[in-house]
């Protein structure tokens, strides 16, 4: 561990009951500040429009995309997207499962040019989570996140009796680095920063999987998969169907490969105008029966509308209002925008949903906590404490503050129903081992026989010597981000369970771009967090003559250099004395 006297803390094994197997207990001390959702949302499956600035390479604005990275999920190409101007900016896997009486909050996501109509909820700001979509968007990065309903809705629209705050919304995921509760999009900074002038991605379509990705790229067939494109989109002329719109919805059969596309539903059965100058659909979600064919009466599609669509140019009617349709050649409003707090100058753009029982309990776990990056102390604020203590968790570029180095820590699968030890330690970079020593077993992560995706071990076996290893390192916390950093696993034949349980080292909040050490780079970002959130004050941790020692180019440490840059322009020299005199003087 580090010299600042950290101290690693261990829980144990319970043994439940029947045939108990017991799993091991572990904390991980990450190179990361603890998730700032005690339930984080899923992280789903993306589109980003042609102006992202990510776009680039294989990730183009017809491509899915999926954490971390991004990466490309389905490429354009498999869904009969084939000219490079095309433009996916709607998908939605099949909510035929969610019935009529089911309750769901709504998740959304806005355009670069919505503002919101409603202040953070004053309840959630109590509890510590002040992010909406007015928020981010005074800080320059709405277009990015993954929002969430503060209202409960059915397949009818808002239901009264399922309000937590009404008429608002709070931040589920980020866009960029929120410690794992993200998308790794741009600009990668936590959501309390204002990021101007810094491009922003904008995400435009979204849907999770019922069947989690990690198991899609172990072998399992995938879903059939409903998708849109802009009316500007080459590919529309050859995607069968007819007529060609961007308010027509496609469905594939096999988005794993490219064949398989055929018209769902049309435009006009869904009341919509189609054409090359009529309505674009932004973002939806489809309630399929099963078969993949649009059954009018049955079936069910709700959806957003482009800002310039010319069915939302009557009154009454916004880009940031919902609309379903059952065919029929006619749809009707399902929700509007002050049901979200937003208003008319606001557009949604992704659709999705998330099953709940208590959305008053789905709204406060979910919703994303501040988290103030560098609060070293953890009392809720930045400080001088916090600025004075970076330099004694700064490691240097490239080297972890872990100094004890990466570890293999073991675990023996037997012999008969037993993990053991039932206890382990382990830290970001470690390796957890698990050796069948007896007994047919397999390692899969989850809660009581539901697998989350983020490890297995395949079938279960009974080959003695048989290894399985899992490596805690970011690039694993960053895609699979878990409450309190508990990673709970069982046995696939007995469905006993434990978990891995991680916590932070307290230098970890300085580690801002979450790449394992504490550098100059932290420092910068640390330094433009800090002035923002104390209104100005500049945090200054040099002495005059360490700054002067700096600037002559004899620093008393390495890293004095990057602190006495104070204009962050790079280099420290004579441009630097003005505002490092500005900073200490009254």
């Known amino acids: 561990m580090l010299s600042s006297g950290i101290h690693k803390r261990y829980v144990r094994a319970g043994f439940l009951a029947g045939t108990a197997l017991v799993v091991a207990h572990a904390l991980i001390t990450i190179a990361r500040a603890q998730p700032p959702a005690d339930v984080p949302i899923r992280a789903p499956l993306f589109t980003l429009d042609a102006a992202s600035p990510t776009i680039g390479g294989p990730i183009t604005a017809s491509a899915i995309l999926q954490k971390p990275g991004p990466t490309v999920r389905h490429p354009g190409l498999a869904l009969g997207l084939n000219h490079p101007a095309d433009d996916l900016d709607g998908f939605s896997y099949n909510r035929g499962s969610v019935l009529p009486s089911h309750t769901f909050v ?21 509890a510590g989570k002040p992010f909406n979509v ?27 009796f399922l309000l937590v705050t009404p008429d608002n919304n709070t931040l589920g995921r980020n866009g960029g680095d929120t410690g794992g509760v993200d998308l790794d999009l741009k600009p990668e ?6 990021v101007d002038p810094q491009p922003q991605d904008e995400l435009q379509g979204m849907s999770s999987p019922g069947v989690p990705v990690a ?21 529309l ?20 490969g490219p064949g398989g596309e055929q018209l769902y539903v049309g435009a006009a059965q869904l009341g919509l105008m189609p054409g090359i100058t009529g309505d674009d659909i932004d ?3 489809v309630f399929d029966n099963g078969n993949g064919i649009f059954n009018p009466g049955i079936d069910q599609v709700v959806f957003s509308l482009s800002r310039d669509s010319p069915s939302i140019a009557m009154p009454g009617r916004g880009p940031a209002d919902l ?18 707090g937003l208003g008319e100058l606001d557009n949604i753009d992704g659709l999705d949903l998330l099953l709940t029982d208590d959305v008053n309990t789905t709204v406060l776990q979910s919703a994303i906590r501040l988290v103030l990056p560098g609060d070293h102390d ?62 047919t077993h397999n390692v899969i992560s989850g809660l009581d026989g539901s697998p989350d995706g983020a490890f297995n071990s395949g079938p279960a076996t009974g080959t003695v010597g048989t290894v399985f290893n899992v490596l805690f390192n970011d690039a694993f916390l960053n895609v699979h981000t878990h409450a309190n950093w508990e990673f709970p696993y069982y046995c696939g034949v007995h469905l006993n369970l434990g978990a891995v349980i991680v916590v932070s080292d307290p230098c970890a909040t300085y580690d801002l771009d979450f790449d394992g050490d504490v550098d100059c780079a932290d420092w910068i970002k640390f330094r433009i967090v800090y002035e923002q959130i104390n209104k100005g004050d500049v945090c200054v941790p040099l002495t005059l003559p360490e700054f002067v020692d700096a600037l002559l180019g004899f620093p008393q440490q390495p890293h004095h250099l990057c602190w006495a840059d104070m204009n962050l322009d790079g280099k420290a020299n004579g441009l630097d004395v003005r505002s490092y005199l500005s900073a200490i003087l009254p």
Do not use: K
């Not at 308010?247 to 594939?252: G, K, L, P, R």
């Not at 930045?382 to 570890?407: E, K």
């Open 189 to 194: 900074e936590p959501p309390i920063v204002d």
């Open 323 to 340: 609309f379903t349709s059952t065919g029929a050649g006619v749809f009707v409003p399902y929700a509007f925008a002050t049901d979200f």
């Open 378 to 439: 953890h009392n809720g604020v930045l400080d001088g404490l916090d600025c004075y203590q970076f330099s004694a968790c700064y490691s240097g570029a490239g080297v972890s503050f872990d100094d004890d180095g990466p570890m293999l820590v073991p675990v023996a699968v037997g012999p008969g129903d037993v993990f053991s030890p039932p206890n382990v330690m382990v830290e970001v970079g470690d390796t957890v081992q698990w050796t069948w020593m007896g007994g």
């Open 215 to 235: 198991a899609l790229e172990s072998g399992i067939p995938g879903e059939m998969l409903f998708f849109s494109a802009t009316r500007n989109s080459p590919s």
């Open 134 to 160: 007015q928020h981010q968007a005074l800080r320059h990065q709405a277009a990015g996140d993954v929002y969430m309903s503060t209202s409960g809705f059915t397949r009818n629209g808002p239901t009264p």
């Open 283 to 285: 973002d939806f979600i």
């Open 237 to 256: 002329l050859t995607l069968p169907g007819g007529v060609p719109s961007g308010a027509n919805i496609y469905v594939d059969f096999n988005p794993e």
């Open 106 to 126: 709504i998740l959304f996501s806005v355009d670069r040019a919505s503002i919101g109509a409603a202040s953070a909820d004053p309840d959630l700001v109590t």
